[in-house]
């Protein structure tokens, strides 16, 4: 029984003096390193951690644009959950199913289809910054130094099967199954959406962008605008040269698609865009419309159509700065 007792004692010493020994090796290796080598492991590690949880669970971005007015505004810094709808295995790459699919009135964030790439290596690179550095640091710029617009936080609008028409400014719905158009705001009061809509432009307003839209097609035609039609011109172009910053230019070319189809039926590109309007968007099933809180200034799915379920990277769920802004997003 004795040398049963002093077997354990030896084991147990040696196993004691063993894991002091490696612990003073490891403390011994740690102090002859060189700082600066230790600061560059450190980091890399935090910014390997930082890394796999912005691709595969939460995501930091900053808002470039008043397009989600009042939801969102420009500069504030929010987290998005990208586990809700499956994150990608390697940015800009194969992307895992998500436990759930976009439902009408999340806030999404997607990849634009307007975005030209310059290659996948720097998408990679660049998106691998954005991430480490808390959407701080974006290499992916235009011209003028701002951010490019690689990706997109709007408004699920519409979802698979509905159809989507825009009218004197207002959203009119067509979900599937229903044979009549109904106004945004009676579907949000019968408690099928909760978009809280801005909007920077009166209705009555829209009799002067009609006016406005006359003058200019008649004057594409050489035809002598009436003195209302051009004064209207003349106003609105006072104050948006060339009409290029006007607040919901899709209602304005929805008013000149109608007029240019009055005078030229028989043009077949005239008809298929003015069809275009008249009929709506239709979302196919596995796509989702998205679009804007500040409807009339927002560049969304009324200019690049519906976007793929695949192609939504996240559901926004908290704003974390502004400090005075914190909170979740709705």
Do not use: C
Request: charged share 25%; aromatic share 14%.
């Amino acid at each position: 029984m004795t040398k049963y007792f002093d077997k354990i004692q030896r084991i147990t010493e040696y196993l004691l003096t063993r894991r002091k020994i490696k612990k003073y090796n490891k403390y011994k290796k740690h102090k002859s390193k060189n700082p600066v080598v230790d600061w560059i492991e450190a980091f890399l590690w935090a910014a390997m951690v930082v890394l796999l949880i912005n691709q595969y669970f939460f995501q930091a971005y900053q808002i470039p644009s008043g397009s989600m007015i009042n939801t969102l505004l420009v500069k504030d810094r929010i987290f998005v959950n990208k586990m809700v709808y499956g994150p990608e295995l390697i940015p800009g790459a194969l992307k895992i199913p998500g436990l759930f699919k976009p439902q009408r009135g999340e806030v999404i964030i997607f990849e634009s289809p307007t975005y030209l790439s310059k290659g996948p290596l720097f998408d990679i690179t660049q998106r691998v910054l954005y991430m480490v550095t808390l959407s701080l640091v974006d290499i992916d710029k235009d011209q003028y130094g701002n951010p490019k617009a690689h990706f997109l936080i709007k408004r699920a609008a519409g979802v698979g099967g509905d159809r989507i028409r825009n009218v004197n400014g207002n959203l009119l719905i067509k979900p599937a199954g229903v044979e009549h158009w109904i106004v945004e705001k009676e579907f949000k009061q019968k408690g099928r959406a909760t978009t809280p809509v801005r909007r920077l432009i009166n209705v009555n307003e829209y009799t002067l962008y009609r006016k406005a839209a006359t003058a200019m097609i008649y004057s594409y035609y050489n035809a002598k605008p009436s003195t209302p039609d051009m004064e209207a011109f003349n106003r609105l172009n006072s104050v948006y040269p060339d009409l290029k910053t006007l607040p919901d230019p899709i209602t304005f070319n929805e008013y000149r698609s109608e007029i240019d189809y009055s005078i030229q039926p028989h043009n077949q590109w005239i008809r298929k865009n003015y069809r275009k309007y008249e009929t709506g968007w239709y979302i196919p099933e596995g796509w989702i419309f998205p679009l804007g809180d500040n409807r009339d200034n927002s560049r969304d799915g009324r200019y690049f159509g519906p976007v793929r379920e695949k192609k939504v990277l996240g559901k926004a769920m908290i704003k974390y700065w502004p400090a005075g802004r914190f909170g979740t997003i709705r």
